[in-house]
């Protein structure tokens, strides 16, 4: 079992900066893709970001060059550096996580969620 914990979220005015982090405990053999999603009300969980265990990227077209996704292996911990942030920003971010297990097989894992308020 993986237990994510999730911070950094809360109210920033536009054009504001804020950086989310993620740490993965509990039985973990291997930490695989890390990612981040996002979801505001009334709309579906979108992924923003997603970074693979090699250090691969890739980012939704709405939040290209504001937000850069990093992860450091020890601990297990994904970041979301988000710039330039915007109202429509605004949304709970969740941080997404593949396990690897001793035979190989995948699982995935959600976080809590945060907040984040983009609002002058």
């Known amino acids: 079992q993986v237990h994510l914990v999730e911070s950094g979220g809360g109210l920033v005015q536009p054009g504001g900066s804020l950086k989310l982090s993620c740490t993965a405990s509990?039985?973990?053999?291997?930490?695989?893709?890390m990612a981040w999603y996002r979801q505001a009300p009334g709309k579906q969980r979108e992924l923003v970001a997603s970074?693979?265990?090699?250090?691969?990227?890739d980012y939704a077209d709405s939040v290209m060059g504001r937000f850069v996704i990093s992860r450091d292996n020890a601990p297990n911990t994904v970041y979301l550096q988000m710039n330039s942030l915007k109202p429509e920003d605004t949304a709970v971010y969740f941080c997404?996580?593949?396990?690897?297990?001793?035979?190989?097989?995948?699982?995935?894992?959600w976080g809590q969620g945060t907040q984040v308020t983009v609002s002058s």
């Open positions: 970074i693979s265990g090699g250090g691969s990227t």
């Open positions: 509990g039985t973990i053999f291997s930490i695989n893709a």
């Open positions: 997404n996580v593949e396990s690897l297990d001793s035979n190989w097989s995948k699982f995935y894992y």
